[in-house]
């Protein structure tokens, strides 16, 4: 069955930096774009970026230049590296796989299967 396992979250001060990781099994990994959410309590999850299973990325515009996803198909692991962290970049961080075309994938209705969620904290 496919899973996404994450880990990388945790407590941060401003400014710092957090790597996330997303370990995919159950599926063909290189096979499929994927993408990174977040979601506040009260609020819509929201698109930080996504790649494509070619590597393509598209980033929000409150993680461009701050943010970096990659992946590595050998690994069947995905990565969102984020820099100079913000207090308003605290949210659950979640990976996802998206089941439709490249062009769909900041629809989060394109997105069948989702990891678990890590919490980020940004402490001003």
């Known amino acids: ?3 996404l396992v994450e880990s ?3 407590l941060v001060q401003a400014g710092g930096s957090l790597r996330h990781s997303c370990a995919a ?3 063909t990994f290189s096979n499929y774009a994927m993408g990174w959410y977040r979601q506040v309590p009260g609020k819509e999850r929201e698109l930080v ?3 494509s299973s070619g590597g ?3 980033y929000a515009v409150s993680a461009k230049g701050r943010f970096t996803i990659s992946r590595d198909n050998a690994k069947n ?3 969102l590296q984020m820099n100079s ?3 308003e970049d605290t949210a659950v961080y979640y990976c996802a796989r998206c089941g439709g075309d490249w062009w769909a994938c900041t629809d989060f209705r394109e997105y069948d299967y989702w990891g678990q969620g890590t919490q980020v904290t940004v402490s001003a």
């Open 25 to 27: 099994s159950g599926f």
């Open 56 to 58: 393509m990325t598209v």
């Open 1 to 3: 069955q496919v899973q």
């Open 85 to 87: 962290l913000k207090p």
């Open 8 to 10: 990388g979250g945790g």
């Open 49 to 51: 970026a996504a790649i």
């Open 77 to 79: 692991t995905l990565y």
